[in-house]
């Protein structure tokens, strides 16, 4: 079964330091997401991608984190200047369509722990 | 985006069936009901999707009543292994779903 894949597993930075996190979505997705969860809550929508733009952004998604799809294969997400709040696991997931019928399943990746110090 | 309401924890018993309900009462009619599955420490997991009345597929049912202010989500026969955060997201499409903060489903031997 085809599945996304993110690398690193796990990232230690110090503050103020870039990061980028890496994602491989499934082959003929055509919808890219970021998410964030920090550790106890719940799953934070961060940003929606579709045809090389930004569809939707959240609140949390300000000018210190950018995506990009460099190629055919990676969608990563970076965050310029870490802080301390940035500590979270990040996930990312993918879904085959964008229809305005109904929502497509999104296929989530095993997600970054992101440990800012 | 339609809030939606969960109880924050359940326990259950293997072998048991467990419903999970959620409140939406202002859901609009173009959104659709979707349940999500998050083990710890992976990425949440795609369930079941609905619309109105009852859908079924090998892993759980969703029943929806006709006025669709509310969901409930019903695994059969519980094992330990769904141990797990149950979310219920309500939307029309990807961009308008957002995760609440679930339902933690306890199954106890």
């Known amino acids: 079964e085809p599945e996304v894949t993110q690398t690193p597993s796990h990232q230690v930075t110090q503050m103020g330091q870039e990061v980028i996190l890496r994602c491989v979505p499934i082959?003929?997705?055509?919808?890219f997401y970021w998410y964030r969860q920090i550790l106890g809550q719940k799953v934070e929508f961060l940003v929606s991608?579709?045809?090389?733009?930004?569809?939707?952004k959240s609140e949390i998604f300000d000018d210190q984190f950018s995506v990009e799809r460099p190629d055919g294969s990676n969608f990563t997400l970076k965050i310029r200047s870490t802080k301390l709040e940035d500590s979270a696991m990040y996930f990312c997931?993918?879904?085959?369509?964008?229809?305005?019928?109904?929502?497509?399943?999104?296929?989530f990746g095993p997600g970054t722990r992101l440990t800012v110090t | 985006l339609a809030k939606t309401t969960q109880p924050i924890s359940m326990d259950s018993y293997e072998g048991q069936e467990v419903n999970i309900t959620c409140s939406h009462n202002?859901?609009?009619?173009?959104?659709?009901i979707t349940w999500y599955q998050q083990f710890p420490s992976q990425g949440p997991r795609f369930i079941i999707q609905?619309?109105?009345t009852k859908v079924t597929n090998e892993v759980a049912s969703l029943f929806i009543p006709a006025d669709r202010k509310s969901s409930t989500l019903s695994l059969p026969r519980v094992s330990l292994s769904d141990t797990a955060v149950y979310y219920c997201?309500?939307?029309?499409?990807?961009?308008?779903?957002?995760f609440g903060a679930g339902t933690r489903l306890t199954v106890k031997p």
């Open positions: 991608f579709y045809n090389n733009e930004i569809s939707e």
């Open positions: 997201l309500v939307g029309a499409n990807n961009n308008d779903m957002r």
């Open positions: 609905g619309y109105k």
């Open positions: 202002n859901i609009a009619t173009n959104d659709y």
């Open positions: 082959s003929n997705h055509l919808y």
């Open positions: 997931a993918s879904s085959e369509a964008y229809s305005g019928a109904r929502p497509y399943e999104q296929y």
